[in-house]
């Protein structure tokens, strides 16, 4: 079984800063990419950015150049930093990751964390 926890969500304000954490928790052989999701109320859910487990990223162009995804392979760990943020951010950021594990590739989610961004 694995587990991802999200932390870091807060309330901010327009221009400020967060940084957001998942750690992965459980039983696998290894992670491969690690991403970053979010959905905000009345939209779908939407890739914010990904990490592979060679460290390639990848971000949607609404945050680029403003969101940093990283991952700490030694805490089974990603983060996402988050800078300059706007009201438009606004949403429950949920993590997701690949496993590889005896039974296969499996993905798993976060239970996800509420980050709001006030104007």
């Known amino acids: 079984q694995v587990e991802l926890v999200e932390s870091g969500g807060d309330l901010v304000q327009a221009g400020g800063s967060l940084r957001l954490s998942c750690a992965a928790s459980?039983?696998?052989?290894?992670?491969?990419?690690m991403g970053w999701y979010r959905q905000a109320p009345g939209k779908q859910r939407e890739l914010v950015a990904s990490i592979t487990s060679g460290g390639s990223t990848n971000y949607a162009d609404s945050v680029k150049g403003r969101f940093t995804i990283s991952r700490d392979n030694a805490k089974n760990t990603v983060y996402l930093q988050m800078s300059s943020l706007k009201p438009e951010d606004t949403a429950v950021y949920y993590c997701?990751?690949?496993?590889?594990?005896?039974?296969?590739?499996?993905?798993?989610w976060g239970q996800g964390t509420q980050v709001t961004v006030s104007s």
């Open positions: 459980g039983s696998w052989i290894s992670i491969n990419a």
């Open positions: 997701k990751a690949y496993f590889r594990t005896d039974w296969g590739l499996r993905d798993y």
